[in-house]
C-alpha cells in the first residue's frame, strides 16, 4: 500500500524559513512532487524531481526561494522554503506517481503552513 506522510508544516514569521518533508512508502516512483491550495483557491504545482537523476522544476513564484530535493535511502522528499511570504499561506501536500508523464496519482493529507506578517 503506497502511503506519503508529511511533516514540517506549522507557523513561521514573513521572511522565514521552514522545510517540509514526506517519507515515501510502498513502492518507488519515478518522480515527487509539492502541491498546495491556499484558502479559497485551487490547489496548484510547487515543485517537482525526478527520483533517478533529481531533475527539478519549480512554479515561477516560488523559483529562487524553494529548493527540492530527495534522500533516495529514505526514500524522502523535502521542500526547503525561504524567503516565506504570506501569499505562500496554504496546505501543502506531497504527491508522487511511478510514469514519467501522466498525473500524479498517490497523495499525502496535507500540512498546514502560515506565514505571519
Known amino acids: 500500500q503506497v502511503q506519503l506522510v508529511e511533516s514540517g508544516g506549522g507557523l513561521v514569521q514573513t521572511g522565514g524559513s521552514l522545510r517540509l518533508s514526506c517519507a515515501a512508502s510502498?513502492?518507488?516512483?519515478?518522480?515527487m512532487a509539492w502541491f498546495r491550495q491556499a484558502p479559497g483557491e485551487d490547489r496548484e504545482f510547487v515543485a517537482h524531481i525526478t527520483w533517478s537523476w533529481g531533475a527539478t522544476d519549480y512554479a515561477d513564484s516560488v523559483k529562487g526561494r524553494f529548493t527540492i530535493s530527495r534522500d533516495n535511502a529514505k526514500n524522502t522528499e523535502y521542500l526547503q522554503r525561504n524567503s516565506l511570504k504570506p501569499e505562500d499561506r496554504a496546505v501543502y501536500y506531497c504527491?508522487?506517481?511511478?510514469?514519467?508523464?501522466?498525473?500524479?496519482?498517490?497523495w499525502g493529507q496535507g500540512t498546514q503552513v502560515t506565514v505571519s506578517s
Open positions: 504527491a508522487a506517481k511511478t510514469t514519467v508523464i501522466g498525473p500524479y496519482k498517490s
Open positions: 510502498g513502492r518507488t516512483f519515478s518522480s
